[in-house]
């Protein structure tokens, strides 16, 4: 079975770190570009970060630039979005996703650009 497990999420006081985890399951991320969605309450879910398959692009929406850091680890199957810096705007659930890109280089914030999706984590930031 085919799966992105995710975990990390949880509630932490505005400006503590936290680390989301998106482990793969039943199939290897080496050829996978990864991004980060986020959806708050009441709002549409949103692109937030991207990581190509060989690492070289990171993108990064304006509202996380400079406080959330994106990475993988091939060999442990997973991918990581660190929350370094939080604000209370950061509250929602995160989905991490998957797609074989084309290209080592690529990656997309587009939701519709992903094929495999992971269950999603709560993380709550109290102001």
């Known amino acids: 079975q085919l799966q992105l497990v995710q975990s990390g999420g949880g509630l932490v006081q505005s400006g503590r770190p936290l680390r989301l985890s998106c482990a793969a399951s039943?199939?290897?991320?080496?050829?996978?570009?990864i991004g980060w969605f986020r959806q708050a309450p009441g709002k549409e879910r949103e692109g937030i970060s991207c990581?190509?398959?060989?690492?070289?692009?990171?993108h990064y929406v304006d509202s996380v630039k400079g406080r959330f850091t994106i990475s993988r680890d091939n060999a442990k199957n997973t991918v990581y979005l660190q929350l370094n810096t939080t604000e209370p705007e950061d509250t929602g659930v995160y989905y991490c996703?998957?797609?074989?890109?084309?290209?080592?280089?690529?990656?997309?914030?587009?939701?519709?650009?992903?094929?495999?999706w992971g269950q999603g984590t709560q993380v709550t930031v109290s102001s």
């Open positions: 039943g199939f290897t991320i080496e050829d996978r570009a």
């Open positions: 996703a998957a797609v074989a890109a084309d290209s080592l280089f690529t990656c997309a914030v587009r939701a519709s650009w992903y094929r495999d």
């Open positions: 990581i190509s398959i060989n690492g070289a692009r990171r």
